[in-house]
T-cell receptor, first 113, second 112 residues
Framework: DSGVTQTPKHLITATGQRVTLRCSPRSGDLSVYWYQQSLDQGLQFLIQYYNGEERAKGNILERFSAQQFPDLHSELNLSSLELGDSALYFC????????????FGPGTRLTVL | GEDVEQSLFLSVREGDSSVINCTYTDSSSTYLYWYKQEPGAGLQLLTYIFSNMDMKQDQRLTVLLNKKDKHLSLRIADTQTGDSAIYFCAERLEGSQGNLIFGKGTKLSVKP
């Protein structure tokens, strides 16, 4: 158990809908990272927050957004969902330094029908 | 550009050593990682190596880094059926905010 929790574990929804994925980092970790794992693209970095502020952006679509709250949990919002958004979404957390190791949560499997 | 490459499959017999290879293109990598993903599970950190090191050993795991050739390997000694999983190599670049660049993963199958 990495100490990072993600809910829900599975999510099934329809095209055009909007969903919210939630992540709670390890106790004491200030950084949260979101990654998408799909069969064709592999594991891709989406976005990073540090202590409530956006730090880095990767291959995140404009239809996707995220935020980190004062209690350090983070939410990833996916809207106008398309079939191609079906994937495993992972959250990872790390400590204060950017060199700190990232620990991954169990992931949320999103299926868009 | 940033790219991390791994072979997709590796099959070994139980008790043998497994060697999973990875190459990366960006010479500004600072840390290199190995993660393990079992079916239906998240990513478990196995080990990591700082870019100024050549080797790191941790119980059955040995990581070798050839910085000149930008080649990283993970050796698993006495491979067990429980080691069957997908192994991901990842790099963190100098100057980045810490996000990782992953390879596509190597699926290790261990035959009894």
């Amino acid at each position: 158990d990495s100490g990072v929790t993600q809910t829900p574990k599975h999510l099934i929804t329809a095209t055009g809908q909007r969903v919210t994925l939630r992540c709670s980092p390890r106790s004491g970790d200030l950084s949260v990272y979101w990654y998408q794992q799909s069969l064709d693209q592999g594991l891709q970095f989406l976005i990073q927050y540090y202590n409530g502020e956006e730090r880095a952006k990767g291959n995140i679509l404009e239809r996707f957004s995220a935020q980190q709250f004062p209690d350090l949990h983070s939410e990833l919002n996916l809207s106008s969902l398309e079939l191609g958004d079906s994937a495993l979404y992972f959250c990872a957390s790390s400590g204060r330094a950017t060199t700190d190791t990232q620990y991954f949560g169990p992931g949320t499997r999103l299926t868009v029908l | 550009g940033e790219d991390v490459e791994q072979s997709l499959f590796l099959s070994v017999r139980e008790g043998d050593s497994s060697v999973i290879n990875c190459t990366y293109t960006d010479s500004s990598s600072t840390y290199l990682y190995w993660y393990k993903q079992e079916p239906g599970a998240g990513l478990q950190l196995l080990t990591y190596i700082f870019s100024n090191m050549d080797m790191k050993q941790d119980q059955r795991l040995t990581v070798l880094l050839n910085k000149k050739d930008k080649h990283l390997s993970l050796r698993i000694a006495d491979t067990q059926t429980g080691d069957s999983a997908i192994y991901f190599c990842a790099e963190r670049l100098e100057g980045s905010q810490g996000n990782l660049i992953f390879g596509k993963g190597t699926k290790l199958s261990v035959k009894p």
